[in-house]
């Protein structure tokens, strides 16, 4: 939701089109600066989830930042980016925040691996007392980005200095676009295993629920409206109907509009919550 107007206001939004949780962005997700954020901003914020019954408030980082960069100065103030995206969540009570691992670009993919988890660490350094927690989400892989396999996000947190302080987002989208097939029962509940034998399931966080405009494995991050993209609706009511993860919070991030004068996002919550039953 959008914090036009302050961040209260994607609360209210939030709760206008029937949403249980919300995830915003805390600054410009396409600027590097920020204006800070005022106490009276961060209280107005809490009073509207507690107001409103909104739970589970999720800050995504901005896309500038790439903690996997071979580039120094970029690296560094992707560093300087993500740090502050940590101390904007907690000044307003939000418990993670959501990033995509970075691109290795000119580097290996073993390179670009080796600097986010460095990058990480030095985020850690630089906020030791820090409670809101950062959440590295499976991304579709396109081009050089990282993060599209399992077997990646595991790595970032084995090399990492403190590996319990980080988090998983899933994407469903993103998972399909990568190769993992959640339509087929097997393909299912095999993603499910080995997110499990690698990560651990207590690590996953939050979903973001969306279907794919293109095919298996494209590795093309296009979302798509509930039910009517490559995903289609069986993914999602496997999904929401697997008490694993009834706790989970679950975010749509598809496209805001109307149809025949309806909220696209009151539309899609409806169609979530029909396959749910």
């Known amino acids: 939701m959008s914090i036009a107007g302050g961040y209260y206001k994607a609360v209210e939004e939030a709760r206008r089109c029937g949403c249980d949780v919300v995830q915003l962005f805390t600054k410009n997700n396409t600027q590097w600066r920020a204006k800070p954020i005022t106490d009276d901003e961060a209280r107005q914020f809490g009073s509207a989830l507690t107001e409103l019954k909104i739970g589970s408030p999720i800050s995504h980082a901005s896309y500038l930042i790439n903690l996997a960069s071979p580039d120094e100065a970029l690296r560094s103030k992707s ?19 959501i990033v995509h691992p970075g691109a290795h670009t000119t580097a290996t993919e073993e390179e670009g691996l080796a600097l986010v988890s460095a990058s990480i660490d030095e985020i850690h350094c630089r906020l030791p007392q820090a409670k809101t927690e950062i959440s590295l989400e499976l ?13 990646q996000l595991a790595a970032i947190i084995r090399n990492s200095k403190q590996p319990d302080k980080l988090r998983i987002c899933v994407d469903t989208c993103h998972a399909f676009a990568a190769g993992y097939d959640l339509r087929d029962r097997k393909g299912y509940l095999a993603f499910w295993r080995q997110f499990d034998e690698l990560l651990g399931l207590p690590r996953l966080v939050a979903m973001h629920l969306n279907d794919s405009k293109r095919e298996l494995g494209s590795r093309v991050d296009r979302h798509e409206h509930i039910g009517r993209g490559q995903l289609g609706p069986e993914a999602f009511r496997q999904l929401l109907r697997d008490k694993r993860f009834r706790h989970v919070p679950m975010y749509i991030e598809t496209a805001k509009g109307q149809e025949n004068g309806e909220s696209l996002d009151i539309i899609n919550l409806r169609v979530l919550r029909e396959l749910a039953r």
């Not at 991304?139 to 077997?151: D, I, P």
């Open 139 to 151: 991304t579709a892989g396109q081009g050089s980005c990282l993060g599209w396999k399992l077997e």
């Open 79 to 97: 560093i300087d980016g993500m740090a502050v995206e940590l101390a904007r969540a907690e000044q307003l009570g939000i418990p993670f925040v």
